[in-house]
């Protein structure tokens, strides 16, 4: 079967249409991207005027419902209440968003429209994942109708399980450092029901006790459970870096980004996982694309500072350490991040400065202490190392273990 030439170039033409369009959509599509980042960068710089400029320069159709929150937050946190109330309305409007529900209800608070306020909070208080009643209750933009009928009314409805009452009573425990108390409350429940919540509970409470091993154990099961919250990937990356599982933490961190990839907190998480898994390029290159957004940003700035010397390049990660300190003298890490570095050069008078300047803005450090001791012992000053090891040994510092018994025992 012959085909005409013209026939030929109708279809290359057709085919050239489609790419072009697809390219379109893939350069708009990274456009979108880039504002809506860069409003969540306004956002944490509190720049609330910016982000919402940002967002609204966005089409409507192409709007998203967390960018609706997001334009909603900025209102919200600049007073302006009316405006901030519609974009939380339209961001669950677009897909049910239960973040947008529970501003909208707090939104309608501030303006003292009790009523509204209460709608908005029962579908809130209809979704399976929630504040506390508790954190609810002691919401500060909910103290403006706390005296009102419809929040009476609110309550007379028991919107908790006894499980939620037995997870809130857990939570409370552990943040007063009750440990023992608040894991009997997660296994009872875990032995009653196994949810993910409470071994991701469990995961908490063996993390807040320095277990990491079963917090390990806790927060893997909670994810294989519900593949679907940030929280749970973000604490079990936390506790597989405790346990030295560095490559399942990367996973986890990146699950955490997958499922929330606007949170720009969480690429710096990732970059100090990279660098445990030696992967010190990858790790720069997530720093750098947090610094695109926030430049000025002092955990980016400490974190490349390390990243530099793990690449091998200290003196570079001393010029970060010292525009850190030279901005903020009061932080002992970023004096013990300089002396660490500074050790690695041999340079060992500015490495004992800058440790004698932690230890003077916080003499329970046991690093310093250990570090100190390293400086005396290469000025040949071994009593008075041998004095700042016990002292960090006394600390909880174990490395310092092995200098004492090289250098101070006879």
Not at 226 to 232: H, K, L, Q
Not at 319 to 335: A, Q, V
């Amino acid at each position: 079967m012959k085909i005409s030439l013209t026939c030929i170039m109708q279809k290359r033409s057709i085919c050239f249409i489609c790419v072009a369009f697809l390219l379109l959509l893939s350069a708009n599509a990274q456009n979108l991207n880039e504002m809506y980042l860069q409003s969540r960068a306004d956002m944490i710089r509190k720049e609330y005027a910016e982000a919402g400029q940002k967002i609204l320069s966005i089409s409507v159709r192409e709007r998203t419902s967390p960018m609706y929150v997001t334009l909603g937050e900025s209102f919200y946190f600049a007073d302006r209440y009316v405006e901030a109330a519609r974009f939380f309305v339209l961001a669950d409007s677009v897909r049910t968003n239960p973040e947008a529900q529970l501003y909208a209800a707090r939104a309608y608070a501030m303006m003292q429209q009790p009523a509204q306020a209460v709608e908005w909070l029962q579908k809130y208080l209809s979704q399976r994942d929630k504040l506390t009643e508790s954190e609810i209750t002691l919401d500060p933009a909910f103290e403006k109708i706390e005296r009102s009928r419809e929040w009476r009314e609110l309550w007379n409805r028991d919107w908790y399980s006894a499980a939620d009452r037995r997870e809130e009573e857990a939570a409370i425990l552990l943040r007063r450092n009750r440990h023992t108390d608040a894991l009997a409350i997660v296994e009872a429940e875990i032995v009653r029901a196994s949810t993910a919540r409470f071994h991701f509970m469990r995961a908490k409470v063996y993390s807040s006790m320095e277990q990491y091993v079963p917090a390990h154990e806790s927060a893997q099961t909670a994810i294989r459970m519900r593949n679907n919250i940030p929280e749970y990937f973000v604490q079990a990356a936390y506790v597989a870096v405790r346990v030295k599982k560095y490559d399942i933490a990367l996973e986890n961190i990146n699950r955490a980004i997958r499922l929330e990839p606007y949170q720009l907190e969480l690429y710096l998480q990732r970059a100090s996982i990279l660098r445990m898994n030696q992967r010190v390029d990858d790790a720069r290159n997530d720093i750098n694309f947090y610094f695109k957004y926030l430049p000025d940003d002092t955990k980016a700035l400490f974190q490349m500072g390390i990243a530099e010397i793990d690449a091998g390049n200290t003196l570079e990660g001393i010029e970060y350490f010292t525009i850190l300190i030279d901005n903020d003298r009061s932080i002992p890490e970023y004096f013990i991040a300089r002396a660490d570095a500074r050790l690695k050069t041999n340079n060992y008078a500015h490495a004992g400065d800058d440790l004698s300047q932690a230890l003077d803005l916080d003499p329970t450090i046991p690093e310093a202490w250990h570090k100190k001791g390293i400086v005396l012992q290469h000025e040949n000053k071994i009593e008075d190392a041998c004095y700042c090891w016990r002292k960090s040994l006394n600390m909880g510092y174990r490395e310092a273990a092995e200098y004492i018994y090289k250098f101070c025992i006879r």
